[in-house]
């Protein structure tokens, strides 16, 4: 049985309800955050957490639970689960309260937790994905800055229902700018001449948890690494291209707007970051 926390209480899946009135589903007015456990820790879980806090305060969302009892949630749904390794989310809407716009009609924020089995695609990982450059645009910092994972996700919608229109596995957004910023659900790198590149936050992308400890990785790699601002022309000439985000780790790309990136196959970097990355979260299991 598939087990659902809300505001604290643990219910069956089948049976887990929020209300019509909840402003999450009314306006989309809501943040979230996906995780990835791994032999029942969850990786990054302070940095997601914080990256949650930042969004809610941006929000004016109260966030009541202390980070103390938002683990023991999390690790609760895991553990009634029967999940070792996992998927999770965790998402804080305004909450219940009469048909308007704003914040103060809902008294009490709504909290919701959810745990399944990561999904995993071996023939992804050997293979790689299509990748297609998508019309539709990562919306401006100072609308709504991308920073904030917002339960809006409509502009990403649009963009992954192109991506199928047109035989892509995922679409990447340039910025109002024409920067290479990210795609629907993952944070971008590519490589050229040895040397990886990934746009600079300032482009207006999603500080990734995952992207972070990736950076990371390769900088202890020794790997010559470069944050900035990157046309479709640089993306263009790589010999590499990798995803990354928290629950699929890296995706290799095989081909961008349908012309093969390197060979057509996974690149050497991208293997050798992902298992180091791999390494990576096996000492974080060990010390955490």
């Given at each position: 049985?598939?087990?659902v926390?809300i ?21 989309g007015d809501g943040?979230?955050?996906t995780?990835?456990a ?7 879980l ?8 930042q ?8 966030v009541?639970e ?8 999390l690790?609760e ?18 909450g219940?309260g009469?048909?308007?716009?704003d ?10 937790i959810?745990?399944k089995p ?12 299509g ?7 990562r919306?401006h910092?100072?609308?709504?800055t991308?920073a ?6 409509l502009?990403n ?15 990447l ?5 024409g920067?290479?910023s990210?795609t629907?659900v ?16 300032g482009?207006g ?8 400890f ?5 900088r202890?790699m020794?790997?010559?690494l ?5 046309s479709?022309?640089?993306?263009a ?11 699929s ?13 390197g ?8 293997q050798e970051?992902?298992a ?10 060990k010390i955490?």
């Amino acid at each position: 049985m598939n087990w659902v926390c809300i505001d604290g209480e643990f219910v069956p899946g089948e049976e887990a309800r929020i209300s019509v009135w909840d402003h999450g589903f009314l306006y989309g007015d809501g943040i979230f955050e996906t995780m990835r456990a791994y032999s029942g820790k969850v990786l990054g879980l302070e940095e997601h957490l914080a990256r949650l806090r930042q969004g809610a305060e941006l929000l004016r969302l109260e966030v009541r639970e202390k980070d103390t009892e938002l683990v023991r949630l999390l690790n609760e749904t895991i553990k009634r689960n029967d999940l070792a390794d996992a998927y999770i989310r965790l998402t804080y809407s305004r909450g219940s309260g009469p048909i308007g716009l704003d914040p103060a009609l809902c008294p009490k924020a709504t909290m919701v937790i959810m745990a399944k089995p990561p999904a995993g695609d071996d023939k992804v990982y050997r293979e790689g994905i299509g990748l297609g450059i998508s019309p539709v645009r990562r919306n401006h910092p100072e609308a709504l800055t991308p920073a904030v994972k917002s339960v809006n996700f409509l502009n990403n919608i649009l963009a992954k229902i192109w991506a199928k229109e047109n035989n892509y596995a995922e679409a990447l957004l340039l910025s109002q700018d024409g920067w290479v910023s990210e795609t629907t659900v993952s944070n971008i790198f590519f490589v050229r001449g040895g040397k990886v590149f990934t746009p600079a936050l300032g482009v207006g992308i999603l500080p990734g948890v995952t992207r972070r400890f990736v950076l990371e990785v390769i900088r202890t790699m020794g790997l010559n690494l470069e944050e900035g601002f990157y046309s479709t022309a640089d993306l263009a000439g790589a010999e590499e291209i990798f995803l990354t985000n928290s629950g699929s780790e890296l995706i290799p790309v095989s081909s961008l707007d349908g012309k093969p990136v390197g060979s057509g196959k996974p690149g050497r970097l991208t293997q050798e970051i992902h298992a180091a990355f791999k390494k990576f979260i096996d000492i974080s299991k060990k010390i955490t």
